[in-house]
């Protein structure tokens, strides 16, 4: 589906923002990827929908050069930015001038999520809220049945019920031939929705893994005392600490994406050891 191989970025006169990075995403999962602010997520994801190009390796989407951003390769990808500027037309009208570049695209679709979002398809979008404007957009991208769906933090704007539609909407999204990624620095919008766990950090992937194998590997608990064996990252809370532990007994559990997270980027070696 996706394979980035020996692949390198900077912008001019910047240091590189990932170097040498490898990684193969397959359809039928949705990706999660997370980084701190400035690693590179946005980037990397305007890399793999050929918006930028690589200074060194390539970037292939179902056997594309995704920087030559053909016709057949333009069709199988929709991508939400995390900016955007929507122009002067109902969702109606760029449904009517937009739809026919997407050979899957289903109008039924369209209107039934945008109902679910409640959201008028007679509206103007560049009337609409920012997190009205997204939901169109998500709608939109849903519709369109690419085999590719990227989103750059597409939470962003959406209130708390809203939030809540989005993860019930994608999850029922997802079928065998299609793969999404969703970039986020809101851990927990996530929760319950993604099966695959990225990680960028240091110019790097340091983690691809779904969160079952995560949650038999790692014990994610909150304890009054953090100085048990096994014990590879603590962190205090309110009722005593959140920990992370090797899961010596091999039952699944709950990952704590974001505790998770926080271990990989105070000392990531430690705690991705019993994931390799």
Known sequence: MIELTNLSFGYSKKPLLFWNLNLNLEAGHIYGLLGKNGAGKSTL?????????PTE???????HNAAKRLPSFL???FFIPEEMELPSLSGKEFVRRTAHFYPKFDHAQFYKVLAEFDVSPDANLNQLSFGQQKKVMITFGLASNTSLLIMDEPTNGLDIP????????????ITEDRCMIISTHQVRDLDSLIDTLLVLHKKEIVLNKSLDDIGERLLFSTSGNANKDGVLYTASNAIGNNTISINNHGHHNKVDMELLFNAIIDDYTTVLEPLK
């Not at 390796?57 to 056997?63: E, P, Q, R, S």
Request: some cysteine.
């Open 45 to 53: 994801l305007k890399n793999i929908a050929g918006l930028v190009f």
């Open 57 to 63: 390796g390539v970037c292939k989407v179902n056997g």
């Open 75 to 77: 069709q199988e990808l």
């Open 162 to 173: 809203s939030k809540v539609q989005f993860r019930r909407i994608m999850a029922s999204s």
